[in-house]
């Protein structure tokens, strides 16, 4: 892999972006929040090609540079480092002399097909046994730490930890829901295609990109779905709508009229819940 810096100038305004070379098989540009822009191609291609593509997406960047520039001003200095965890901020307090945190445990967000306190009450045994500094009861968590340096890092950990074991268990809820709704609408709609019949194979990342991912082969016959660790952080409505929106594309792969359709019956709200986590991803330091 090569890394090189670059610049150029467009319209009197100065763009500085990092090049990444490596053994890729697509372009793929990037507006990141400690980088900037970002661009990653074969290495094969020529080094002008970056700028190339930087020129032919430049309102796109130009857009993405406005908003993380918006959403930095947006956070007071002592907020950049929060943590959230099912769209509930955690705030430091001192207590006995210590650095702890303690507060409320509560969910946000209101999801379509199963009722919040049954969620909780799983998630709380879940969260309960990640940790062995963090200590839970029905309402309340406590961290053991020094400072408030190691607390963010702890409450970091414990988030990443309950990723794998909290999304699996929600993913599995709904693929039963989703399985249940498909064996009725498949036939109805003449929907030509097997992959909704065996629940994906569920890969738990930690990506920034994008909160959810399908993978289907046709060549193998096979599909996986990814999600990101950081949708621990947002409400529970809204890792409903991510899960949902990655299993109708076992059916429909791409975002077509067709796909929006399904989605319809699948969850009536997605249009308003793709808004707020928009909304949600511009003021809040969910990763």
């Not at 006995?96 to 097909?113: C, D, L, Q």
Request: aromatic share 14%; net charge positive.
């Amino acid at each position: 892999m090569k890394t090189i810096t670059q610049s150029f100038s467009y319209q009197n305004k100065e763009y500085s972006y990092v090049v990444i070379l490596d053994n890729y098989k697509t372009v793929r540009i990037r507006v990141k929040k400690d980088i900037g822009i970002e661009i990653k191609m074969p290495k094969s291609y020529p080094l002008n090609y970056a700028k190339k593509a930087l020129l032919s997406h430049i309102d796109w960047i130009n857009e993405k540079l406005e908003l993380l520039q918006t959403y930095q001003n947006q956070l007071p200095k002592s907020e950049k480092d929060e943590i959230f965890c099912f769209g509930k901020q955690f705030i430091t307090k001192p207590i006995h002399k210590k650095m702890a945190v303690m507060e409320k445990i509560s969910f946000t967000g209101t999801p379509f097909y199963f009722n919040t306190h049954t969620l909780f009450t799983k998630a709380i045994a879940i969260l309960q046994t990640s940790s062995p500094n963090i200590r839970l009861s029905a309402t309340e968590i406590f961290v053991e730490c020094k400072n408030e340096k190691e607390l963010l890092q702890k409450l970091s950990s414990w988030r990443s930890k309950t990723a794998e074991q909290f999304l699996s268990y929600y993913y599995t809820m709904l693929w039963q829901i989703f399985s249940e709704k498909m064996q009725v609408h498949v036939p109805r709609l003449g929907i030509k295609t097997h992959f909704h019949q065996t629940m994906p194979y569920l890969q738990i990342r930690t990506c920034k990109r994008v909160f959810g991912s399908c993978k289907i082969s046709r060549k193998d016959f096979t599909c996986s779905i990814m999600l990101s660790r950081h949708l621990m952080g947002l409400p529970l409505e809204y890792i409903e709508f991510v899960i949902l929106h990655e299993f109708c594309h076992l059916i429909f792969p791409n975002h077509s009229p067709n796909f929006y359709a399904l989605f319809d019956l699948l969850l009536p709200n997605h249009k308003i819940l793709r808004q707020a986590i928009i909304q949600w991803s511009k003021t809040h330091n969910t990763f």
